[in-house]
């Protein structure tokens, strides 16, 4: 068995350890949950240690036939862009199951769902074959269903088929557009490579056509104006652990997923490069001024992932080197910043029921660690200098401005609204005089406190530091930017 397999394999295992306890046995079955993940954490970690930055090409190979008469392959590996995103996954992971670790209801289906999201989400980002990514991509909404579908709030119902019916939709245009490349390859075969050759064989109209498809499927998880529908509804309802999950890396695969698919359809996608950076310029401007109307926290923060990953779509639209480190360094920091908010908005739940700003005044008198962590997320949210969204957002606006010139100051305005949102959020929570009901509550602690410190060494160091992840993946983008003019 290969390293990438058991890194794989290992939450799967867990989970399965997990469906022979007893029900009654809900501190074992946490402890459980906790070490795998870390496990897991661990082993992904290590991956650092043997990866060569240097290279653009897929590493670590585990190709072995799975369908031979389909041309499919259980197929890992591991680059540039993949391997970014499998430690941020079992980052998000792990602190998910530790923000979760005081769930009592049916604690033991929560934790199994938990731990088959992760195997989903690693699948995800490890295949190297197209089916094995569609069949991952499938396997991810499965548990995210009945996360919110079982754990949520009052309208979990209506959240958790709004987003089965709108992925499940965009998957059918994706599984479409796939099988058309299929269908024009001689070698038919469904790895990476085989499919962009088979790809680049095919006329351009029917590039463009497959692409737009993919961009469906893709837009969806992203989510890209309009297809962002269920999105708003999803986090409001879900378990804020499940939202640290959906916002921090479900929204990664659409990113993630759209690369690739520029990767294969390089002209395609340079034909399409006017929607695309339109369609990332609305998300940024339409999301932040529907973040800046809501005074529910957890829709503020929905609303904003929407601006934030807008400048994702600006980087890719590029097609450029800067544009293309921009969106991939943005991808991180949005999964840190949305997933400490995220965070850190559900310990504040837990102890006051209420998300509404309206309700809290002053509470860096009371709980001052909390105070200190949701403000450092906020700035990080607007792309103040020293913090990770700095360099992401500076690297997509200037692939922006090299490839389209002054028209990309229509994105500044996102960041002016996502300023103005986060600093009007920071004064009512934490100035004015202190609620007499606030006076009781208590501060981070504990695990609480290790999982939001974690996100913000991470959101400092990468602020201070961007070369460290710049350099992980910057030998991919390069390749990947010379195909564009």
């Given amino acids: 068995m290969g390293f990438l397999s058991l890194i794989l394999i290992t939450p799967i295992i867990g989970a399965l350890l ?27 970690f290590s991956l650092l240690l043997v990866f060569d930055a240097s290279s653009p090409e897929f590493q670590l190979v585990e190709l072995e036939p799975w369908n031979p008469e389909l041309g499919s392959h259980y197929a890992l590996a591991m680059d540039g862009l993949a391997l970014p995103m499998v430690l941020l996954a079992t980052l998000l992971s792990f602190i998910a199951i530790l923000a979760s670790y005081n769930m009592t209801d049916r604690p033991k289906g929560y934790n199994i769902a938990l731990l088959v999201l992760e195997f989903g989400l690693l699948g995800v980002f490890m295949a190297e074959d197209w089916v094995l990514f569609y069949v991952f991509w499938e396997l991810t909404l499965i548990p995210m269903f009945f996360l919110i579908d079982q754990w949520g709030g009052k309208r979990r119902q209506m959240a958790s088929l709004n987003f089965v019916l709108y992925t499940m939709g965009g998957s059918v245009f994706m599984l479409v557009s796939l099988l058309i490349i299929y269908t024009s390859s001689s070698e038919h075969s469904t790895t990476i490579a085989a499919m962009t050759q088979a790809a680049s064989q095919m006329p351009l109209e029917k590039q463009i056509l497959v692409f737009l498809g993919l961009l469906i499927g893709f837009g969806v998880k992203v989510p890209i104006f309009p297809l962002h529908g269920w999105l708003p509804l999803a986090h409001v309802e879900a378990p804020s652990p499940v939202s640290i999950l959906l916002s921090g890396i479900l929204l990664k695969m659409g990113a993630y997923g759209l690369i690739r698919a520029i990767g294969m359809l390089p002209d395609a996608a340079l034909a399409l490069q006017p929607l695309l950076a339109g369609l990332a310029l609305f998300s940024i401007v339409y999301g932040g001024l529907l973040a800046w109307r809501q005074s529910d926290l957890k829709a503020m923060i929905a609303y904003s992932s929407i ?6 779509i600006l980087g890719i639209s590029a097609l450029n080197e800067a544009g293309f480190l921009g969106a991939t360094m943005q991808m991180i920091a949005h999964g840190l910043v949305a997933g400490s908010l995220f965070l850190l908005i559900g310990l504040l739940y837990d102890r006051t029921h209420s998300r509404e700003v309206a309700d809290y005044s002053s509470l860096v008198q009371v709980m001052p660690k909390f105070a200190l962590f949701t403000t450092l997320a906020l700035l990080a949210s607007i792309g103040l200098p020293g913090l990770v969204g700095f360099p992401a957002e500076l ?49 981070l602690h504990g695990t609480e406190l290790a999982s939001a410190g974690v996100l913000a060494f991470g959101i400092i160091a990468l602020g201070v530091m961007p070369a460290s992840a710049l350099d992980l993946f910057g030998a991919y983008i390069i390749s990947l930017s010379a195909g564009f003019p």
């Fill in 307 to 312: 601006s934030h990953m807008g400048i994702v």
């Fill in 395 to 443: 690297h997509a606006l200037i692939g922006g401005f090299e490839r389209w010139g002054w028209w990309v100051l229509l994105a500044s305005l996102g960041v002016v609204i996502s300023a103005a949102y986060a600093m009007r959020t920071i004064v009512r929570l934490f100035t004015g005089p202190v609620r007499p009901e606030m006076r009781a509550l208590k501060d």
């Fill in 18 to 44: 997990i469906a022979f306890m007893p029900p009654h046995k809900s501190l074992l079955i946490r402890r459980t949950t906790v070490g795998v993940s870390a496990l897991v954490l661990i082993l992904s």
